[in-house]
Every structure is written in structure tokens, then in C-alpha cells.
């Protein structure tokens, strides 16, 4: 009976090598790119000329997304459903956490970014030890500690208004040459993230036991590690995401909503399998352009924000189902 | 087909005897446990909970959670999850508020089209293969899109009728007891007494061998799918009604909540086991923990983090339960 019920995931397993021979490695990821270019040439025609400053403002609000995305890639990468429904609350707690510690240190931005830092720690400690201590689904445990991370939103936003502080401010906007700084660093963060991936041992083992868990053990790899490192990536990415998005545009209540889905959005439309296993940095730069890009197309249409929820939503449900088509041949 | 009940029922009932005959099997024991003790914790802090005004006003909020679980129930019995619930009951609401009085029909295929469209995202999972997470993570989105273009700011005006039947006082009888025992029986008799109850249970327990017995998992999915957007249909017209108006957004919370019921209900996520009646304790268990930490003084800001906090127990107490029997 066991051996039936994998039979389909054998089936993918081959048509995924198939796949893998047809298509160059760097493929899916293009994709991505090329969705942002038809963004960029349609937001053109509609503003009636070239519009460079489109694509340099959207680098500098893409690091936040990108961040958070990276982060949650690490966790899909993984397979077997894995996923972090937290990143949404953790970047709206480190938000106001970032600014209210700042505060309090007079301005001492590194404190700041230690304390959060340490919340993302605990944060992705406490999803991989639910996950793995009490064997639920990683959607179910990473739903619940979101719970108790939304009461501490609410405790910390009720201290009072919080201030982000000015020096992170000045750099989440600083540009040199017009080009963003965070967006530069984070091409950076990007660069890592992709050779600790594809190069480091650990990186490896992630994507081995998303290809196949059962293998993967068998060779040695263990789940607790690779669970608990990609958790603690991610929450430690949208915890610094959400220091920097609430210095950006100063932290409120709502700040990460939309970062549950995006953040998700960005991974699977960058080309990364849903299933785990194969994973694609590049990507999630391509689809936080593409996304932002499709925003303020969408934006200069006067579309308003519930409908881009609808496109958006739309769009995601689309990409998978033509990519998981693709998977199927 | 029906060497499934057989086999289930005979396996059970050597064991527990009468409970199975309802569905219910050991670990559902835990919600109608938790359920009692609760109700006991709020009694000990306040004694007028246990009249009959007590009861209605501690258990009224139960009732659009308990629908709203048996809808993620059916997702759940296939293997699946549904993270669009809370956001599709807002629309439900909002499409009540604005369009129920003034254009009745219209409000009818609309909450139509809200199940149709369920069905047709249950399709999708089956036969596309996406992860239901996103799935549903992506319709959600969807939903509350369409609810905010409905109903951009939360009022509108619901039919008096639908008010009255969810905030009607009986005396003598807690009504949302009775509304509760009403909502887990017609879950009963979709899940054990009709021919894809039973499918759709084995489903999500083996789909191979509803496969192989002649079933199309396809037609399963979108059944079990069906009867969630159903179910959110039912759980936005209490909500409706009980409010007095839509919320495209203040529905969210049942999203979590009904998961939390699911699971306080004995349902497991690998598919084919929750029960109705579970599903329906485990609900009124988990508003009842909401009023108890209301009652017993927990700050609003720390509630949420509580209820969290509550199901990672129950989580944590199922893992000892498990060791336990194994």
C-alpha cells in the first residue's frame, strides 16, 4: 500500500530529471525577468515616455520583499509542505521592537538590530521546535505561533508612539547615483544567499531533503538541522526586513499583512518549486521587481488595492497552475 | 464504498462501542473535556454563567466559528488545509449586507457562485497538483478583494429574519446549544450517513484505493471543497446576522480559530480523520477559552497570543496521548 501511494511522487521525481535535461538550470528564473520587462515597457506606453525613475524607485522598495523572501525560500526549499506563515508578524513586531529599543538606546541603531535579530532567533527556534517536538504540519505550527506573535504586536503597539530611528531611516533611503544602497546590499544578500545554497554543505543537504526526505536521511542528512538552520534564516531575514521596512515607512499595526502572501509570491514566481528541492535566489529579485512593477502599473491604471489583491491572487494561483502543468508533461 | 463503513465502524466499535457509532473515537474525547472544563473554569469566576443567559452569551460567538470549522474540516478530511476560510466568510457577509434585501436573487447566485468557486479551487489542487496552501493562501486574497469592492467600509443592512435566528433568546434553553447540536448533526448525517461522506473520508485517508474502487478523486476533492464553501456560506450569514452588518475583514480571526477546533476536534492533517461532532466541541471549546480569559481578566492585547498558546498545549498534550496508546 505504501509503495502505491508514492507512486506519484516517483512519477514527478522523473519527469523533474526530464525536465531538468530539457531546461538549462538558470531557466525559470528568466521568467521572472521577462515579466518585469513587460511591467516596465507597459508602464512606459502608459506614462507616454521612458521612465528610468520607475525602475530605480522600485529597486529601492524591492529589498524588504526580497529579504523576506529569500527567508521563505530557505523554509520552501525543504519540501513536504514546509512553509513560515510568521514572516508577516515578525516583520510587524521587529518593525515597532527595532524602532521602540532605538528609542530607547538614544539612537543606538546596533542595539536595535541585535534585539531584533534575537527575536527572529527565538521567532524560527520556536517554529522548528513546535514543528519537529510536537510533529504537526509546519502550516498549523507556524499558524500558531503567529497567534502569539500578533498579541505581542498588539502589547508593543500599545506602548506609544514609536519613532523609527533616523540613522537607519537616512539609510534605508540613501542612494548614491540614484541607486538605492539597500537595494545594492541586498543584491548582495542575494549573491550569499544563492552560494550558501548551491556551494555550502548545509545548502545542499536543504535542497537533497527537499528532493527526497527519505534519501536524504538515509544519506545522513538530519531533518532537526535542516529544519531548525532554515527556519532560523528566515526568521532572522524578515525580522531585519522588518527593522528596515518600519524605519522605511515608519511601523504600524498593518505593516506586514502583505508580506504572508508576497513573500510566498515572490518564491513561487521566481521560478523556486512549491514542492521543495530546487530553489532559485535569482528569481526572488526577479519577482520582487515584477510584483512592485505590476503595483505601480496597476497604481497608474487607478486600480484600486482591493483589486490588486484580486490580480495578485489570481496571478499566483495562474503561475502555479501552468508550472505545475509544466511538471506533469 | 461500503466496505468502508464497514471496516470502520467494526474496527471501532470492537474498541469503543457506543461512542462510535457517532463518529467518535478516543482523541475526540479531548474536545468535549477540554469543553467541560472550561465551562467549570468560567462558572468557578463568575456563577451566573451557568443560567441560561450565561450560556447563550458565553457560547453566542460559537456558533459562525462552529460552521466556519466544519467547513475546514472538509478540507482537512481530504488532506488539505484552507487558509481562505475567515476572508471568504467576510465577502459572505458583505455580499448579505448590501445585496440581500434589495436584490435577493442576486445575493443567492452570488453566495452560489462563493461555493462553485470553492469547488473549482478543490479542483485545481486535484488536478493542477498546486499545494492547497497556496491555493487558498492566493484565493484569499482574492476573496477579500472582491468583499472590500462589495463593501468598501464595514455596515451595509441585513434582513431582520436572518438577525432574529441568530440572536434569538429561548427561554428555558440555551439557544446556541441548540443551534450547535443542530449544526453537528447535519455534519453527522453529511459525513456517515451519505455515500460521499464516506467517500470523502477514505479520500483523504488513502485516495489510491478510493481510486481504485471506482471513485474519482477529482469528484471527491471538489465535494469536500463544495461542502467548505457551503459551510462558509452558512457561517457568513450568522456572522451577518449577528452583527447586523458586513465586515469584508473582521472575519480573519476564523481562519486560525477553525484550524485550532479542527485540531481540538481529534483531526488529524494527514487526512481522512475529523469528525463533525469533534469539530463542533472543539469549537465551542475554543470560544469558550476566549470568554473564560475575558472573564478572568486577560488584557484584549494578550488574548489572541493566549489562544495560540492554548493550541500549541493541545498539540503538545495530543503528542503524550499519541506515545501513550502507541
Not at chain 1, 528568466?30 to 524607485?57: H, Q
Not at chain 1, 515584477?290 to 499566483?316: E, H, P
Not at chain 2, 449586507?97 to 452560489?112: S, Y
Not at chain 2, 435566528?165 to 429561548?170: G, P, W, Y
Amino acid at each position: 500500500m505504501t509503495s502505491t501511494i508514492e507512486q506519484p511522487d516517483l512519477d514527478r521525481q522523473r519527469s523533474f530529471g526530464r525536465r531538468l535535461t530539457a531546461l538549462t538550470s538558470d531557466r525559470p528564473w528568466v521568467w521572472a525577468y521577462l515579466g518585469s520587462v513587460l511591467m516596465w515597457i507597459a508602464i512606459c506606453v502608459i506614462n507616454g515616455r521612458l521612465s528610468f525613475g520607475v525602475v530605480t524607485a522600485v529597486f529601492a522598495l524591492a529589498p524588504f520583499l526580497v529579504l523576506a523572501g529569500i527567508g521563505q525560500m530557505f523554509v520552501i526549499t525543504l519540501g513536504g509542505g514546509s512553509i513560515d506563515l510568521t514572516v508577516s508578524n515578525v516583520i510587524t513586531l521587529t518593525a515597532f521592537a527595532a524602532a521602540e529599543i532605538s528609542a530607547a538606546a538614544n539612537g543606538n541603531v546596533a542595539l536595535g538590530i541585535l534585539a531584533v535579530v534575537v527575536i527572529g532567533v527565538l521567532v524560527g527556534g520556536l517554529n522548528a521546535g513546535v514543528i519537529l517536538g510536537l510533529k504537526v504540519p509546519p502550516i498549523v505550527a507556524t499558524l500558531a505561533a503567529g497567534l502569539i506573535l500578533q498579541s505581542a504586536v498588539n502589547v508593543i503597539a500599545g506602548l506609544g508612539t514609536s519613532t523609527p530611528s533616523p540613522a537607519l531611516a537616512d539609510f534605508t533611503q540613501s542612494r548614491v547615483l540614484g541607486i538605492s544602497v539597500l537595494g545594492a546590499v541586498c543584491v548582495a544578500v542575494a549573491v550569499l544567499a544563492g552560494i550558501f545554497l548551491r556551494r555550502s554543505i548545509t545548502g545542499r543537504r536543504m535542497q537533497a531533503f527537499g528532493q527526497n526526505a527519505i534519501a536524504a536521511r538515509l544519506s545522513g542528512v538530519s531533518r532537526g538541522r535542516v529544519v531548525l538552520i532554515a527556519y532560523l534564516i528566515s526568521g532572522v531575514l524578515a525580522a531585519i526586513a522588518g527593522a528596515l521596512l518600519g524605519a522605511f515607512s515608519g511601523p504600524n499595526v498593518a505593516l506586514g499583512d502583505p508580506y504572508q502572501l508576497n513573500s510566498i509570491a515572490v518564491v513561487v514566481l521566481g521560478g523556486t518549486l512549491i514542492a521543495g528541492g530546487r530553489s532559485n535566489v535569482a528569481g526572488i529579485w526577479g519577482a520582487g521587481l515584477f510584483l512592485l512593477l505590476l503595483n505601480t502599473l496597476l497604481n497608474s491604471l487607478n486600480v484600486g488595492v482591493a483589486a490588486q489583491d484580486i490580480v495578485k491572487g489570481i496571478l499566483i494561483i495562474l503561475v502555479l497552475s501552468v508550472m505545475s502543468g509544466r511538471r506533469e508533461r | 464504498m461500503t466496505t468502508f463503513i464497514h471496516t470502520d465502524t467494526t474496527a471501532k466499535s470492537a474498541k469503543q462501542g457506543v461512542l462510535s457509532r457517532f463518529g467518535i473515537s478516543g482523541s475526540d474525547m479531548l474536545a468535549p473535556g477540554a469543553l467541560i472544563a472550561l465551562v467549570l473554569v468560567c462558572c468557578i469566576v463568575n456563577p451566573n454563567v451557568l443560567t441560561v443567559f450565561g450560556l447563550t452569551l458565553v457560547l453566542s460567538s460559537a456558533i459562525p466559528l462552529a460552521l466556519a470549522s466544519l467547513a475546514q474540516m472538509y478540507v482537512v478530511l481530504v488532506g488539505d488545509i484552507d487558509l481562505g476560510n475567515g476572508a471568504a466568510i467576510g465577502l459572505v457577509t458583505t455580499i448579505v449586507a448590501t445585496l440581500l434585501i434589495p436584490h435577493p436573487v442576486v445575493a443567492i447566485i452570488a453566495l452560489a457562485a462563493v461555493i462553485a468557486l470553492y469547488a473549482l479551487s478543490g479542483l485545481l489542487v486535484q488536478t493542477r497538483r498546486i499545494p492547497a496552501i497556496i491555493v487558498t493562501l492566493g484565493a484569499s486574497f482574492v476573496w477579500l478583494g472582491i468583499a472590500l469592492i462589495v463593501l468598501p467600509s464595514p455596515g451595509g443592512t441585513v434582513p431582520h429574519w436572518l438577525v432574529l435566528s441568530a440572536t434569538t433568546v429561548i427561554p428555558g434553553i440555551p439557544y446556541p446549544i441548540l443551534i450547535a447540536a443542530a449544526i453537528a448533526l447535519v455534519g453527522w448525517l453529511i459525513s456517515m450517513r451519505t455515500r460521499y461522506g464516506a467517500v470523502i473520508r477514505a479520500g483523504g485517508a488513502s485516495p489510491d484505493a478510493v481510486g481504485r474502487a471506482g471513485w474519482s478523486m477529482t469528484r471527491v476533492r471538489m465535494t469536500a471543497y463544495g461542502l467548505a464553501g457551503f459551510f462558509i456560506v452558512a457561517a457568513g450569514l450568522f456572522v451577518a446576522g449577528a452583527t447586523g452588518s458586513g465586515d469584508a475583514q473582521s472575519s480573519s480571526d476564523y481562519t486560525l480559530l477553525a484550524v485550532a477546533s479542527v485540531v481540538l476536534g481529534g483531526g488529524r492533517f494527514s487526512g481522512g480523520r475529523a469528525t463533525p461532532i469533534g469539530t463542533v466541541c472543539g469549537a465551542l471549546a475554543v470560544s469558550v477559552a476566549g470568554s473564560m480569559l475575558a472573564l478572568i481578566g486577560v488584557p484584549s492585547d494578550y488574548q489572541t497570543g493566549m489562544q495560540g498558546l492554548i493550541l500549541l498545549a493541545v498539540l503538545a498534550g495530543r503528542v503524550i496521548t499519541d506515545r501513550k496508546s502507541a
